[in-house]
Nanobody, 115 residues
């Protein structure tokens, strides 16, 4: 099973993007879905996660600007990004983690925000 991420691109500061990530098949036991990002020269960091019960968690710098959602039937996760800033520039990766401890990663989608 692979995760296919899409929706990245080049935008100006203040604009919005919506990232999508869908699994190519069924993944049994997913309990956490999330988005991470990695900027050049930096470590990968958590952006947002969502549990099956809908509980969300956000990195401090994106609170109030980003919103994560999921479609459990499609094994999909989405990230609505509003009021984008140049410091949001990074490669964004989607992730799905199962209750058995296995983690699936998408291939990454580039988000570039110009000032």
């Amino acid at each position: 099973v692979q995760l296919q991420a899409s929706g990245g691109g080049l935008v100006q500061a203040g604009e919005s993007l919506r990232l999508s990530c869908e699994a190519s098949g069924k993944i049994v036991g997913v309990n956490v879905r999330g988005w991470y990002r990695q900027a050049p020269g930096k470590e990968r960091e958590m952006v947002a996660t969502i549990l099956n019960n809908g509980l969300t968690n956000y990195e401090d710098s994106v609170k109030g600007r980003f919103s994560i959602s999921r479609d459990i039937r499609k094994n999909a996760v989405y990230l609505q990004m509003n009021s984008l800033k140049p410091e949001d520039t990074a490669v964004y990766f989607c992730s799905q983690k199962t209750a058995y401890g296995r983690v699936y990663w998408g291939q990454g989608t580039q988000v570039t925000v110009s000032s």
